[in-house]
Each structure stands twice: as C-alpha cells, then as structure tokens.
C-alpha cells in the first residue's frame, strides 16, 4: 500500500500489522469504537482493502453483535409480560395495582427503552458504512445483531405460545394447584386461579409486542446503512462532474 497526506506529505495509511494485531472485541463499545477509528481512517484518505477484514474478525464481530443483542433481548422479553401485567393493573408496581402515568411509563421504559436504545446505537455505527474495510466491520457486526434479534424474537415467540397453549390450560393450572391444595385456604387457591386464567392471555400479547419491537430495532440499523449508502453514491456521483470539469 502506498498514500500521502496531501497537507504535509505524511504517510495516511495504516500499517497492515495492527489490523493484524487487533485484540478481539469484548463488547459493543469496544466494537464501536474499532469501528468509529477506521472509518475516521478511511474518511481522510486511507485505502484498506475490505480483503484485511479477515475471516476470524469477520467471525468474532459477528459474536459480538450476536452475543449482546441476543442477551439482552432475551432479557426484555422476559421483563414485556410484567409491563403488560402492571399496565393491566394484575401486577402492583411500587405497591399499587393502580398505576399511576409516570408508573405506566416507568415501566414501559425499563422494558423497552433499553432495546430501542441499543438500536439507536447500533444505528449510529451503521451510519458509518464509508470505506470497503469499515463497510466489512459493519457489515459484520450488524450482521450479528439482527441474527440475534430475530433468534430472540422467535425463541420468546414460541416460549410464550407454549406456556399460553400448553402449561397454563384450564386443566393444567387445576392439577397443579390441587397438588398444593393442602397448603392453602380456598379462596387462596380460588383467587390464584383466576389471576392467572387473567394473566394467560398477556403471554400472546408479549408476544406480538416483541415481534413488534424487534421489527423496529432490526430496521433501524438497515435503514441508516442504505441512507449512508445512497449518499455516497451522490456525492461520488457529484465528485466525479466536479473531477470531469
């Protein structure tokens, strides 16, 4: 490889022994961060091949993305039953089964504002996508974070559905709770009975909110990849008249 800072005269190219020497990335900053330096790089005027992206970073970004979003999805899904259920006013939150709005949005926040937040990271490093080397990081990485999205996407799908259809049936419930009848009064197991015949049908709504929110957080990021895409391609477009004249 051979380049010049057109200022000084300096060399503008990164030596390919530290992209060979780069340490794995053990989390979503450090993987961003790796990715805001290339492409603040490539945008002055490096050229890195997208061929020095090798095959075992390609593996370990695409862990990366795929470990974080996968994690904490799972996570969010989890906790979506619970924000329904207190919305519903089946669950008390801070002592109350009447929730307040600040209670309502308290809630919902901590359920889903983790998740569109991390979308808006993920798409900040999208809208990176200058540079063949930088474009493979990202291609990667993002790569990794739908792949978990949509893993976490459909095991809640199937996992609520499942306790929806086939462990929280009428009969079901009843054999259960008659196997601990002696230990509790009766309107006890009355109440908890028809608690959880009212909460049933929350499991299908979490279910849908999540494809719901896993559709927006795997848009996000693709969406600001063809927008960077689209503009370069105008301003190449535009360089290129400027250049001819």
């Not at 308290?106 to 990271?121: K, Q, R």
């Not at 993002?142 to 559905?161: D, L, P, Q, R």
């Not at 709770?177 to 009766?186: D, S």
């Amino acid at each position: 490889m051979s380049g010049k800072n057109s200022a000084s005269g300096t060399s503008d190219i990164i030596p390919v022994q530290s992209i060979e020497a780069e340490t794995r990335p053990r989390g979503l900053i450090e993987a961003v961060s790796t990715i805001e330096y290339y492409h603040a790089q490539e945008k002055r005027g490096a050229i890195l091949s997208a061929g020095f992206f090798t095959l075992k970073q390609k593996i370990e970004y695409f862990e990366v993305g795929f470990r974080g979003s996968f994690i904490s999805g799972l996570i969010t899904a989890l906790i979506t039953p619970l924000a329904i259920g207190v919305v519903e006013r089946m669950i008390p939150v801070f002592g109350s089964t009447s929730p307040t709005t600040f209670d309502k949005c308290f809630i919902f926040l901590l359920a889903f504002g983790f998740t569109l937040g991390y979308a808006c990271f993920i798409a900040r490093a999208s809208s990176l996508y200058i540079g063949p080397y930088t474009r493979s990081m990202i291609r990667n990485f993002v790569g990794g974070v739908i792949t978990g999205a949509v893993c976490k996407m459909v095991i809640a799908f199937i996992f609520f559905h499942f306790l929806y259809m086939v462990v929280l049936t009428e009969n079901h419930v009843i054999r259960i709770l008659l196997g601990v009848r002696k230990y509790m009064e009766m309107e006890t197991f009355i109440a908890i009975y028809q608690w959880i015949m009212e909460f049933r049908p929350v499991l299908l709504t979490a279910s849908y909110l999540i494809v719901a929110t896993t559709t927006v957080f795997v848009i996000l990021p693709l969406v600001a990849m063809i927008f960077v895409s689209m503009r370069n391609r105008r301003l190449e477009k535009i360089k290129a008249i400027v250049e001819n004249r």
